[in-house]
């Protein structure tokens, strides 16, 4: 894992001050010729002052797919970050941060190598220190509509179709093997994950989705599909492994509704949310 | 679950002489203050139970573990329970779990002998690791010999391979890290098929016959052997070192924190139950402090290189400040060649830079304690993926993964060759 800062939100106890990364954004805008590495021109012309650390960029780029993720509803056609291509920061008085940026997204799965890249631009708001960053971003389609909903609807017969292992398992395994009958199991927990590993982001924090862990629920005998599951978030840059337990219901083609709560194993904060990707107003939830 | 070498470890000299276990339990004793744990030692201490502690009670309120044989179960239970001691059995029969470890093990032995080779496209145990160590230093002895630096916290050997074609001159050398980070197993499962790639191309790769007429290179392929059986008997995300933290119940510090570069200062926690706790001071990590050791007895090495995953970068210092260090422009160049050869077999790209701008600010690391001791060409590689899989990388990414590394490694080594100072 990169040794990395752990610079928090502040209620962390036993967490040095979340000065780290903002004074390397300051000292950044002020040092001229920062480049990104990695392939397409750098943020910014070298030589030019303003340039923003790369890692704020990727920070901004992935949590505009998370939201981007959630928002489309599409287990077949969740984006992962390829490459960032231009990117501008700004930090106000209130130490909010902006961030306009383009980037290229690829389409997430392990079968796929077709190298399709589809374009995105993005503004996002980091709110100092605050998670849920304000997004507003575009992309360009890498899959025809038609050819998605297709997917969609054919991994939705398949979820009708499975029974799912209830209780605690390990998707993947130790090894990184997900049995390919589970697959849509493993997409619709990523699709949940979206949301909530886009509402936990800030400027400092961003995760990945380590390992299903179990599935508490999975209910395919009315129209949409039921599925209540924990999963094992990794946060960066504090490298802990966070616990969160999610229900979502999914219908092709329809909003996501999902609600979730997160363990915080030592530090008194936790986390939960409820959203709905539409004006429905919401059914009685489950209780947990 | 393994238990062997733990086992092997912790047995005291008051049961050396029995040889199986049949109906022994292991309690497990919640002590909640000084006082019960003066009982509980008591229990202990008293010769006609036969018990011992399997984990060592401290002064400080923690659960105990005590072996119990199964003649003084009633006694003990009578006893915890007249003095309140809540208590749980985590073994039923340890003689029942003991064989079917060694069924387990003689069946994996049974899979990678009858293959007639270790099977670098899988993750293996810590064993079955050390086994390929002293195999390749047995099938290649004028080149490797398996040196033991030093012990982890349970007690296990750390074994290092020395490629040496020097016959006893101490040359300019090269460290290779991995497993520091237990969960990340790419990296282990790399470093032992770079083991098995230099013994191999020696002498038919020019390149790498150079740079080992020349210099020395060490392996250290599981850098946190107790995190590693962790990761496979009982958490397969554990991080951090197995050492235990007098007054927490959380275990372990983060062995890449542990170093003496701006030990505690900025990215780095004070708080044991962090994944990034540095520890009560710099070296207290005995894994960390028997490659310190090693290193500057050593007194002559060029270059250090920490293997982890995931991410896909390849940095170099400094992390614990945004400061540029002396050589990073050198380190810099030599750094995007590698990743250039690197993304040469596969395509797979690596982000270059230093470590504090590349990713975040961070104190106590490998690499940072490396260059600030006169190892100039000191890097971190974090290797597959990006976060498809993480830390659970399939196995069939295994060798994929090494051999573009291995292109890596030999760019940042060759230079190292020509650039010695």
């Known amino acids: ?288 | 679950m393994k238990w062997i070498l733990f086992f092997g470890a912790l047995i005291g000299l008051s049961i050396c002489g029995r040889e199986k276990f049949f109906g022994d339990q292991v309690f497990r004793i919640n002590v909640r203050n000084g006082d019960e744990s003066s009982k509980l030692s008591q229990l202990v201490n008293s010769d006609n139970l036969k018990l011992s502690f399997w984990k060592s009670p401290s002064i400080f309120s923690r659960p105990v573990d005590v072996l119990v044989p199964s003649v003084s179960l009633q006694s003990v239970r009578s006893f915890l329970k007249s003095q309140g001691l809540e208590y749980s059995v985590t073994i039923e029969d340890l003689q029942a779990l003991l064989d079917n470890e060694d069924e387990e093990m003689q069946h994996n032995e049974g899979q990678e002998r009858s293959s007639n080779n270790f099977n670098y496209g899988a993750y293996h145990s810590l064993e079955a690791i050390y086994r390929e160590m002293d195999s390749i230093a047995r099938d290649f002895p004028a080149l490797v010999s398996r040196v033991k630096i030093g012990h982890s916290f349970e007690n296990r050997p750390m074994y290092v391979l020395k490629f040496s074609t020097a016959e006893g001159r101490r040359r300019p050398a090269i460290w290779l890290n991995a497993g520091i980070h237990s969960r990340e197993w790419i990296s282990q499962a790399t470093a032992i098929w770079t083991a098995r790639k230099i013994v191999s191309d020696y002498g038919k790769d020019p390149a790498l016959t150079s740079i080992l007429e020349k210099m020395d290179i060490f392996l250290l392929p599981v850098a946190n052997p107790d995190g590693y059986v962790y990761t496979q008997t009982q958490n397969r995300l554990w991080r951090k070192t197995r050492s235990l933290n007098p007054g927490s119940a959380c275990v372990g510090a983060d062995p890449n924190r542990n170093w003496n570069a701006s030990f505690a200062g900025e990215g780095a926690s004070d708080n044991p139950c962090s994944e990034t706790y540095h520890g009560p001071h710099a070296n207290s990590e005995v894994e960390v402090k028997s490659v310190v050791d090693f290193i500057q007895g050593h007194r002559n090495f060029k270059c250090f290189i920490d293997l982890h995953s995931y991410s896909q970068l390849l940095m170099y210092p400094y992390g614990y400040t945004i400061k540029k260090a002396p050589d990073a422009d050198e380190l810099d160049e030599v750094a995007r060649r590698a990743a250039k050869a690197l993304a040469s077999l596969s395509g797979t790209s690596y982000q270059v830079g230093p470590t504090c701008t590349t990713v975040y600010p961070a104190s106590g690391s490998s690499v940072d304690w490396a260059y600030d001791n006169g190892i100039k060409y000191a890097f971190t590689f974090e290797l597959r993926d990006t976060g498809h899989y993480g830390f659970l990388l399939p196995a069939n990414q295994i060798i994929p993964t090494a051999e573009e590394t291995w292109l890596g490694l030999k760019t940042i080594m060759e230079h190292v060759r020509d650039n010695l100072y």
């Open chain 1, 1 to 288: 894992m990169p040794p990395a800062a752990s610079t928090p939100p502040a209620p962390r106890p036993g967490v040095p001050r979340p000065a780290a990364l903002l004074l390397a954004l300051a000292l950044s805008l002020a040092v001229p010729g920062l480049r990104a590495a990695g392939p397409g021109p750098g943020p910014g012309s070298p030589g030019v002052p303003g340039a923003p650390p790369p890692g704020l960029l990727r920070q901004a780029a992935r949590a505009a797919l998370h939201f981007l993720n959630f928002r489309a509803g599409s287990p077949s056609g969740l984006r992962v970050l390829a490459a960032v291509l231009r990117g501008r920061a700004a930090v106000d008085a209130r130490r909010t941060c902006r961030v306009d940026l383009e980037f290229t997204a690829e389409r997430y799965g392990p079968e796929v190598a077709d190298g399709r890249l589809g374009r995105c631009s993005a503004r996002v708001v980091f709110r100092h220190q605050k998670p849920r960053p304000a997004v507003n971003v575009t992309c360009t389609r890498f899959m025809e509509t038609s050819r998605r909903r297709r997917e969609d609807f054919l991994l939705y017969k398949r979820a009708k179709r499975l029974r799912a292992p209830l209780g605690a398992t390990s998707i993947p395994d130790s090894h990184g093997w997900i049995d390919p009958s589970l697959r849509p199991i493993w997409d619709l927990a990523l699709l949940g994950s979206s949301y909530v590993m886009w509402e936990r982001t800030t400027q400092t924090l961003q995760y990945y989705m380590a390992q299903l862990s179990s599935v508490n629920q999975w209910k395919t005998n009315e129209d949409a599909i039921d599925f209540d599951y924990t999963v094992l978030l990794h946060e960066f840059s504090t490298q802990e492994i966070i616990p969160c337990r999610i229900h979502l219901v999914w219908y092709p083609g329809k909003p996501l509704k999902v609600k979730y709560h997160c363990q915080e194993l030592h530090t008194a904060q936790e986390g939960s949310g409820t959203e709905e990707g539409s004006a429905v107003a919401p059914t009685q939830p489950n209780n947990f």
